[in-house]
């Protein structure tokens, strides 16, 4: 094959199909979209650690995700092609918080719309969702959960103190219960409407009460 053949196949042609403008103008728009899921993600993040690797992750994603889409509008043969090639495509990375997930497919389905040209969706779209899960993130329950454990040596003593926790907040369900020669050992999920957990000093006080721990829970994780 001659460098005259090389110039005149159809893959060079195919590179005039798209415009550099359009190319820069898909690319920033892309960036820009990024760069806002990015922040979404920052702010409205309440897991245990944020990681600025994944964060990046959706700014890149989004702006590879328009560079393929614009190459399949632009050639139907490739198109079958691309996909035949991203099914094979396996990634194993694993996702510490289900919440992640919506922010991928955000990066990705805000890539493929303005990868096809419909940048007024592609903003629109990303305003709504990006305040949907910023009041969502901001909405605080008025009870605040705990996970309290205690230590009895016998039932009359549990009793005694679970009457104690039942009248110091608004809601108690045992979650699980030990007995042994040693004594008997509760794990209770209570609500609290106030900030005070007064009553956890009253229950160490209380006879045959030899251990009480009262720790932060959000459903997930202890803190």
Not at 21 to 46: E, M, R, S, W
């Amino acid at each position: 094959m001659s460098f005259s053949d090389i110039f005149k196949s159809n893959f060079l042609e195919n590179v005039t199909e798209i415009s550099v403008l359009d190319i820069f103008i898909g690319l920033a728009v892309g960036l820009i979209i990024g760069l806002f899921i990015c922040l979404i993600y920052k702010k409205t993040f309440n897991g245990v650690m944020y990681s600025s690797s994944f964060a990046l992750t959706l700014v890149g994603l989004t702006l590879v995700t328009v560079i393929v889409i614009m190459a399949i509008t632009s050639n139907v043969v490739l198109s079958l092609g691309m996909v035949g090639a991203l099914s094979i495509v396996r990634f194993r990375s694993a996702i510490k918080e289900p919440v992640e997930i919506v922010y991928l497919f955000w990066s990705i389905a805000a890539g493929i719309v303005v990868g096809a040209g419909m940048i007024p969706l592609a903003a629109i779209g990303s305003a709504i969702v990006g305040i949907t899960l910023i009041v969502l993130a901001n909405h605080k329950s008025r009870t605040n959960p705990y996970i309290l454990v205690l230590s009895c040596t016998d039932e009359q003593a549990e009793t005694a103190a679970m009457e104690l926790v039942r009248s110091s907040v608004s809601r108690c369900v045992i979650k699980s219960k030990t007995v042994t020669s040693a004594g008997i050992e509760l794990t209770a999920e209570i609500r609290s409407a106030g900030s005070s957990t007064s009553f956890v000093n009253r229950l160490e006080e209380t006879v045959g009460v030899s251990r009480a721990s009262l720790v932060s829970y959000n459903g997930e994780y202890l803190a």
